[in-house]
């Protein structure tokens, strides 16, 4: 029977290992037989999903991709979950990817089993998934959708990318190309997995070379780094703020305590930055600090790795290299024009097998943001000497923080939710750390008090973590342009 490419090879890698996490290594024979058995679990009324939605909530780890490949080796589509997610936030994924079953550990089981019951979604525990049936697994052919990640953009509530195994597979041998992946790379996963840069760039491009991937539940900055120090890694891919946490810990170490890790970074083959600008001075000050040039490129959850600095060659700090293997880039001016010269700005617009399939359930989305066949990416672009590099986002609305892409419109409906702000403005502050942070700026009800400790306190059963405001502005008034819309660089003008 044919099967995905993905789990085809792994046939061949047999008994190397494939996950390795808190010391235990599983081969990829293990996550083929976990898989098969989860996947006659999923199908124990079916002979194929039919790419139903499948939620799953797992950290990192082997029950995560066994999950994962059994919902695909099941004919599902995967909706992964994020682990630090509030209840509303679970509650908008389930229903707007209309998941038909949910699964996940027996520990996490608590998080998900109320709302699941509530919206009368089966909630399956991994750890009993047992099947009896031999029935064969189904045929799944690569056209089909593989998963949703749900992405904030320039609407309020986050929209659900669709992308099918064809795409997947063409933003894992574009990076497993430009970037000579290797079976006998091992590679740390410490990024969340319901986002593209951890799925993609790190474990599925791991898996599809037979190469070994240890995962961590979280960025355990101690635990890695006992890790890099042992030479565990060839390979290392992180957002900009782990590089600007990672010196200032490297820093705060006596010259002895640091030598093994920094002999643990430079003899990596490669070391990877991505998901937010990585600002000129702290590539330099990686380059000092370990004599490993970071190399920087830019992606999208829509579009997979669309620009690269070169693996030979010069890595510019400040540039995000050229178009990848297969990825095809073009700028459109603000006039609609192609843009054909170096030095003139323009937006980023992408074509290729890696660009996404669809905006889950929003075909009028879907088609807007492509310009005849061009996926409009919403960030500018100019071509220096030769190198890309990218110089902001179309949208204000749209934050990036700690490599999380946030919207603001998302977190002001929140916000409007409490019953002492009349009305807010969410807008992303430059920060040295994480790239930006959320800061609100509020008017407030007559006679009510809020502090930014009450607000985020507020805020936590409503959103994940990294979305919470971390600085808060009471105003008598939000500044507003002759047309009455508020104006955001006036608003970050008075923080
Ligand atoms: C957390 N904190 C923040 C924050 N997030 N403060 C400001 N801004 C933020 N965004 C605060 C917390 O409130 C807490 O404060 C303290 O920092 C520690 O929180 P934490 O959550 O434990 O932080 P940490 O584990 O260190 O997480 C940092 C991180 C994480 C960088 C490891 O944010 C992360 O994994 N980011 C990666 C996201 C990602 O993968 N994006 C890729 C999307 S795909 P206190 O006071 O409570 O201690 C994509 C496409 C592409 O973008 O191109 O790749
Ligand atoms: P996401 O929607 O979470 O996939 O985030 C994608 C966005 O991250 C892009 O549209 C860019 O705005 C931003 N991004 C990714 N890589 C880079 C980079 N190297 N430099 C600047 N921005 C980046």
Redesign the pocket.
């Known amino acids: 029977m044919k099967e995905l490419p993905l789990i085809n090879r792994a046939h061949a890698y047999g008994k190397t290992a494939a996950i390795r996490s808190d010391s235990t290594e599983f081969t990829y024979e293990e996550l083929l037989e976990r898989s098969a058995t989860l996947a006659a679990t999923l199908l124990i009324d079916a002979n194929d999903l039919d790419e139903a939605r499948i939620a799953f909530l797992a950290p990192a780890g082997f029950d995560y991709v066994a999950t994962q490949w059994a919902i695909w080796r099941a004919g599902g589509v995967v909706v992964p979950l994020c682990l ?1 997610a509030a209840d509303p936030e679970l509650e908008y994924t389930l229903s707007d990817s209309e998941t038909s079953s949910v699964v996940t550990t027996r520990e996490l089981s608590t998080k998900v089993e109320a709302l699941c019951q509530r919206l009368n979604i089966p909630l399956l525990i991994i750890e009993e998934m047992e099947s009896a049936s031999k029935n064969p697994l189904p045929e799944v052919d690569s056209s089909r959708r593989a998963m949703i990640l749900y992405t904030s953009g320039t609407t309020s509530k986050p929209k659900g990318v669709v992308t099918t195994h064809t795409n997947n597979q063409a933003q894992i041998e574009t990076l497993v190309e430009a970037w000579e992946w290797q079976a006998t790379d091992c590679i740390p996963l ?3 997995l319901h ?4 799925i993609i ?1 790190v474990l599925c491009c791991g898996l599809w070379k037979g190469a070994t991937v240890e995962t961590f539940p ?2 355990e ?1 101690d635990t890695i780094l006992n890790r890099v120090a042992a030479d565990a890694y060839s390979l290392f891919m ?2 900009p ?2 590089y600007v ?1 990672l010196i200032s810990k490297l820093e705060s170490l006596t010259d002895e305590e640091r030598a093994n890790i920094i002999h643990g970074f430079a003899n990596m083959r490669l070391m990877v930055s ?3 600008a990585l600002p000129a001075s702290v590539h330099e000050q990686w380059t000092d600090l370990t004599g490993q040039k970071l190399l920087e ?5 829509e579009i997979g ?1 669309a620009l690269s600095n070169p693996f030979h060659g010069e890595r510019r700090p400040g540039a995000v290299g050229q178009p990848l293997p297969k990825v095809e880039i073009r700028l459109k001016s603000e006039k609609n024009e192609l843009v054909t010269a170096e030095d003139e700005p323009g937006e980023i617009q992408v074509r290729g097998p890696g660009v996404f399939h669809e905006y889950w359930n929003r075909p009028e989305v879907t088609e807007e943001s492509f310009d005849n066949g061009w996926f409009r990416t919403g960030d500018m672009a100019v071509i220096e000497t030769g190198y890309y590099r990218i110089m902001g986002r179309l949208s204000v609305d749209i934050i ?6 946030l919207s603001a419109l998302e977190i002001e409906a929140v916000l409007l939710q409490h019953t002492a702000i009349r009305e807010c403005a969410i807008i992303g502050l430059p ?1 040295d ?2 790239g930006e ?2 800061a609100a700026a509020v008017v407030l009800e007559e006679g009510e008090m809020l502090d930014i400790e009450a607000l985020r306190s507020w805020c936590r059963d409503k959103l994940s ?2 979305k ?1 405001p ?1 600085q808060l502005l009471i105003v008598e008034s939000l500044p507003r342009n002759a047309m009455g819309k508020v104006t955001k660089p006036a608003i970050r003008e008075l923080f």
């Open positions: 630090s410490f990024l969340p986002h593209i840069h951890g760039n979280q960025f900055i992180a957002v703020t782990i946490k991505g998901s937010a490129r830019y992606g999208m959850t790795m990036k923080s700690g490599g999380y892409k920060d750390t994480w942070k959320v973590n990294y919470l971390k």
